[in-house]
């Protein structure tokens, strides 16, 4: 009985419940998120001197920013779903900084929301002026940019260079086979 329940839910087509827009967007975002954990735990594990917060900022922008180019680049007729998912460092933000007021019952750590804020604004600005808009970052572009990020979070003194630290940890892989799952999403996702 509870097999047979399942089954039916299973052949619940997703589409019947979300809009189209909803689903993929939902589903990006989850991979952003995913991608940036998994970024900022093995760049962490390379550098044991990083700073935390840097490396988990500048990793979601990275990815929120090469996400939302990969969305942008596809012919969807839906040119907001790209820029809806380089909102996800704010609204990520957001829940991070209401959780803690919650929490804490202190309404004034929303201040602290306002400078991580700042910090996001000038971290998007800076991957958005590398990766071109409505362009899906192809290997090359994807590979300097993600040197740079590379540079971004990395300590001073470390005895490697960004190049040997990239390579080490699998992170252009692992974005680049994100940013393909993303786009295959979409666009069965919005094939009529």
Known sequence: MAQAKLEKIRLTPV?????????PAIFATLGLLSVTQELSGLALSEMEMAKPELV???????????????IES???????????VMMTPFLYRDYLIGTAMVESGDLSRGEEGVQ?????????????????AEQF?????????????????????????????????????????????????VRQSLQP
């Open 56 to 70: 988990a900022e500048e990793t979601i922008c990275l990815l929120a920013v090469a996400t939302g180019r990969a």
């Open 74 to 84: 596809l012919d969807s007729g839906y040119p907001d779903l790209g820029l809806s």
């Open 15 to 23: 589409t019947s419940v979300t809009s189209s827009l909803t689903q």
């Open 116 to 132: 991580v804020g700042e910090r996001l604004e000038k971290k998007m600005a800076f991957y958005t002026a590398h990766l071109p």
């Open 137 to 185: 970052p192809m290997a090359s572009s994807l590979r300097n940019v993600m040197l740079m990020w590379m540079g971004r979070i990395s300590p001073p003194g470390m005895p490697s260079g960004p190049e040997d630290r990239l390579d080490g940890i699998g992170a252009i892989e692992k974005v680049a086979c994100h940013l393909k799952l993303v786009v295959a999403h």
